[in-house]
């Protein structure tokens, strides 16, 4: 029987220190929660070189829950150089497990489109040529994501993480071959389209996450997210979509095995 997997978490210092919650934690400490909670795997998500680097650096922590890496530019950082980003990829950490998260941010637009394209682009010929998974971070930008990655090519292992866009949003990851992963923002009270498109994904292509720090899950609104509420979204979702509990959990868990390539357990 498995754990859960948060398939999306932030747990670097960089990152921590950037949110506008006075909350900090001790790394250790919020895997023991986690490991609590049963949560037995996470994934900590790089978003430029130096929270790339520190994802990476914290996949030497030593707890009870295994924990791997992502290293990429995400959206609002795409007017940064790649480069440092590729050069952690082509490194070959053993804990390595995708490229990202990566993609386009028209709500934002913290970088201009035109450098969300190219960094986007780049970042998923990197995963073609390193055959690591995509993280993909879509905000009001589908139709241009959706573009993107029919003329660059999706690779064989990507998904769409902290989905919140409509069933027409999923149906179009879901064609392309992307799995969807979603957050506690799926909990939310205005969160009805999101909830509608969560039904529609297909188990065996669905990932649960917390994109900690941020997001934290109804009842948590409000705090510092953290891995160990990956089991409060999955069992809202597991409930929304009229789930067995312990099936949906070994199911997620799969996929995200699956999609990052994790070992045996």
């Known amino acids: 029987m498995s754990g859960w997997t948060d398939a999306h978490c932030h747990l670097q210092d960089t990152i921590l220190h950037s949110s506008s919650d006075e909350q900090r934690t001790n790394v250790n400490d919020t895997l023991d929660r986690a490991c609590a909670a049963g949560v037995d795997r996470v994934v900590v998500v790089g978003t430029d070189a130096a929270s790339s680097a520190e994802a990476l650096a914290i996949t030497g922590v030593a707890s009870p829950v295994e924990i791997y890496a992502t290293v990429g530019l995400h959206p609002h950082d795409a007017k940064e150089d790649l480069e440092p980003v590729a050069a952690l990829a082509r490194a070959g950490h053993e804990r390595l497990v995708g490229i990202g998260e990566c993609g386009l941010d028209y709500f934002y637009e913290h970088s201009p489109r035109t450098q969300q394209r190219q960094a986007f ?91 900690s720090p941020f997001l934290a899950p109804v009842p948590y609104r409000g705090r510092t997210n953290e891995p160990s509420y990956v089991a409060v979204v999955g069992v809202y979702v597991a409930q929304l979509r009229d789930e067995d509990l312990e099936l949906f959990k070994d199911a997620t868990a799969a996929n995200s095995a699956r999609l990052f390539q994790l070992p045996p357990r």
């Open 121 to 211: 682009s780049a970042q998923i010929g990197l995963a073609h040529e390193l055959g690591l998974a995509l993280v993909v971070h879509a905000r009001d930008a589908f139709d241009d994501l959706f573009s993107i990655l029919k003329s660059e090519g999706v690779p064989p292992r990507t998904v769409i993480h902290c989905f919140t866009g409509t069933p027409d949003d999923a149906e179009g990851c879901l064609a392309l071959g992307c799995d969807v992963s979603i957050s506690g923002v799926v909990t939310f009270k205005n969160a009805e389209s999101l909830r509608e498109a969560t039904k529609l994904v297909p188990l065996d292509r669905l990932h649960v996450e917390t994109d």
